[in-house]
């Protein structure tokens, strides 16, 4: 079995700051990819943020410059630096981690996170 938890949201003024935390566990082999995806109430889920076993990271646009996204591989724990945050920041975060949890098994498979909500008042 594998378990993301997540931690670290809460309520910011909007221009504060806050960082979010998702560590992997269980039967892990390897994690390719791991990566926040929020969703605001009635719209859908959509990416954040991704980062690859090697460091490469991508954004979506509307966090570019504000949100940092950075992975601890020995701890199998991802993290998510959000600063000059805006009420439009404001959704359910979740964590995604792309892995084998077997050395045999062919393919990736996606787990998600339980979600944290993320607040921010104007």
């Known amino acids: 079995q594998v378990q993301l938890v997540e931690s670290g949201g809460g309520l910011v003024q909007a221009g504060g700051s806050l960082r979010l935390s998702c560590a992997a566990s269980?039967?892990?082999?390897?994690?390719?990819?791991m990566g926040w995806y929020r969703q605001a109430p009635g719209k859908q889920r959509e990416l954040v943020a991704t980062i690859n076993s090697g460091g490469t990271t991508n954004y979506v646009d509307s966090v570019k410059g504000r949100f940092t996204i950075s992975r601890d591989n020995a701890q199998n724990t991802v993290y998510l630096q959000m600063d000059s945050l805006k009420p439009a920041d404001t959704a359910v975060y979740y964590c995604?981690?792309?892995?084998?949890?077997?050395?045999?098994?062919?393919?990736?498979?996606?787990?998600w996170g339980q979600g944290t909500q993320v607040s921010v008042s104007s």
């Open positions: 269980g039967s892990i082999f390897s994690i390719k990819v």
């Open positions: 995604k981690a792309s892995m084998r949890s077997k050395w045999y098994d062919r393919d990736d498979r996606d787990y």
